[in-house]
């Protein structure tokens, strides 16, 4: 029985309003780093004159500390990406401020539009690209903050992920992650 499919959730559970905490000053629960995360996105005043457009490599820009987490601010032009990685001993939250990305795993691919986040938990693997014709702004919670982020070899995705894509390509499924 293939674990992944054991268990599923109907819907978002971070789109239940009620389940969120309001942030605190220093968050440390998930949904209280979601929370901040939503808080920052909301307060363009907190990131938009920081943010800059890099022809030649993705920009980034610490935003915040706090104890134990960190906040990043990204932006993406068209054709940009992270190439295949993880975060090593880091969770996060990843927020789409404006445009759109594509998150790329071993499970398929999801188009993220502004104001779809992504919860992930230490060692989770990800490529994050801009397909888009325009830029792109992300904001990224790591907790603890982000000390390493090893990459990993698009062949050895594609070879373990491939069988399950085409099969569900033949049937019309909709991959996403």
């Keep these: ?21 309001a942030p605190r000053e220093h968050p440390a629960t998930v949904a209280e780093f979601v929370g901040l995360a939503r808080s920052i996105a909301a ?9 800059q457009y890099d022809a030649a490599s993705r920009w980034y820009h610490r935003l915040r500390t706090g104890p ?17 990685h993880d975060h090593g001993r880091s969770s996060g939250v990843f927020t789409v401020l404006e445009g759109a990305l594509t998150e790329r795993t071993e499970r398929g691919t999801r188009a993220l539009e502004a104001g779809a986040q992504k919860v992930f938990a230490p060692g989770y693997v990800h490529e994050v690209v801009n397909d888009s014709l325009e830029p792109a702004i992300s904001l990224h919670v790591y907790y603890p903050g982000l000390t390493e982020m090893p990459m990993h070899t698009h062949a050895t995705r594609c070879a373990a992920s491939r069988p399950q894509e ?12």
């Design 1 to 21: 029985m293939n674990s992944d499919s054991d268990l599923q959730i109907a819907g978002d559970i971070l789109e239940v309003p009620h389940l969120l905490q």
């Design 43 to 51: 307060d363009r005043s907190q990131w938009e004159h920081l943010v």
């Design 68 to 84: 134990g987490y960190e906040v990043w601010l990204l932006s993406w032009v068209p054709g940009q990406g992270s190439g295949l």
């Design 166 to 177: 085409h099969a569900d390509q033949e049937h019309g499924n909709v991959v996403t992650a």
